[in-house]
T-cell receptor
Framework: DTGVSQDPRHKITKRGQNVTFRCDPI?????LYWYRQTLGQGPEFLTY????????KSRLLSDRFSAERPKGSFSTLEIQRTEQGDSAMYLC?????????????FGPGTRLTVT | AQKVTQAQTEISVVEKEDVTLDCVYE???????LFWYKQPPSGELVFLIR??????QNEISGRYSWNFQKSTSSFNFTITASQVVDSAVYFC???????????FGKGNQVVVIP
């Protein structure tokens, strides 16, 4: 069974540049989540999709951030005009939710460094 | 609002000792779900266990066991006979019914000394 994959694993960018990350969830999972984790902290929720619909966004997701899941499969997270404060690990997770809440399975993350 | 508190930051144990990680949660929902995740040095979060609020039965799975007590809002996790491979950061997380986000604690860094 293929797990959640993320690309790239590492990204170094200069302040002000745009970056885009990709997440491929476990194939039969209908929900996809994005989290951000900074050093020494637990992951913080950013947004989630059920199939192609984006159902919830955190206050952390400023207007410089946008996420899509166009066909209900893979998802992209774009950060425009990056700032040094955006440096973090960006984690993607997926779950299969028919009834109730099922555990989320995480990908390896994309580590973003903004210089 | 959902909140998870993990008080200890770093815990060091000698191999084969038991280690217990404390987790206290806050929620207004009567139906919720609790999780433990492991984050080894490689960085990938690994799902360990899930518990539903309506099921307080405590279980043992291999060297892992957990103690869920609704009366004290605690969901503690124990590793028995620790091994070096258990060295990692362990996160407790909470999800409320109808609210799909996971709220994580700050994590416990476990260091197992050979």
């Amino acid at each position: 069974d293929t797990g959640v994959s993320q690309d790239p694993r590492h990204k170094i960018t200069k302040r002000g540049q745009n970056v885009t990350f990709r997440c491929d969830p476990i194939s039969e999972h209908n929900r996809l989540y994005w989290y951000r984790q900074t050093l020494g902290q637990g992951p913080e929720f950013l947004t989630y999709f059920q199939n192609e619909a984006q159902l919830e966004k955190s206050r952390l997701l400023s207007d410089r951030f946008s996420a899509e899941r166009p066909k209900g499969s893979f998802s992209t997270l774009e950060i425009q005009r990056t700032e040094q404060g955006d440096s973090a690990m960006y984690l993607c997770a997926s779950s299969l939710t028919d009834r109730g809440i099922y555990e989320q399975y995480f990908g390896p993350g994309t580590r973003l460094t903004v210089t | 609002a959902q909140k998870v508190t993990q008080a200890q930051t770093e815990i060091s144990v000698v191999e084969k000792e038991d280690v217990t990680l404390d987790c206290v949660y806050e929620t207004r929902d009567t139906t919720y779900y609790l999780f433990w995740y492991k984050q080894p040095p490689s960085g990938e979060l690994v799902f360990l266990i899930r518990r539903n609020s309506f099921d307080e039965q405590n279980e043992i799975s291999g060297r892992y066991s957990w103690n869920f007590q609704k009366s004290t809002s605690s969901f503690n996790f124990t590793i028995t006979a620790s091994q070096v491979v258990d060295s990692a950061v362990y996160f407790c997380a909470l999800s409320e019914e109808g609210n799909n986000r996971l709220a994580f604690g700050k994590g416990n860094q476990v260091v197992v000394i050979p």
